[in-house]
Nanobody, 126 residues
């Protein structure tokens, strides 16, 4: 089992920044990769960014490239999502997820991830 706890969400004006954190605990030795997804009201949960746990590979959804940066601190079992130049369309609940097996369509599909956090709300005002 892996437990994930997100933090760092909040209300920010357009053009501002936020940094989300996701702390993992439990069987983290088996973690293969971590990702961030988001879900806006009335919409499907969508991929935002992902990083491999042991390597240096990162992946981004097109609309956040150049604005968001995913990073991880393996010593702290924590993944971060630095969000700059935020737009009102970035408003959503952001979820952290961890991949502990090789199933699914990594990194953009939800079925590639085995455990999910509870989500943190990000609201960007215009």
């Amino acid at each position: 089992q892996v437990q994930l706890v997100e933090s760092g969400g909040g209300l920010v004006q357009a053009g501002g920044s936020l940094r989300l954190s996701c702390a993992a605990s439990g069987r983290t030795f088996s973690t293969y990769g971590m990702g961030w997804f988001r879900q806006a009201p009335g919409k499907e949960r969508e991929f935002v960014a992902a990083t491999s746990w042991r390597g240096a590979s990162t992946y981004y959804e097109d609309s956040v490239k150049g604005r968001f940066t995913i990073s991880r601190d393996n010593a702290k079992n924590t993944v971060y999502l630095q969000m700059n130049s935020l737009k009102p369309e970035d408003t959503a609940v952001y979820y952290c997820a961890v991949r502990t097996s090789y199933g699914g369509n990594w990194p953009r599909s939800r079925d590639a991830y085995d455990y999910w956090g509870q989500g943190t709300q990000v609201t960007v005002s215009s």
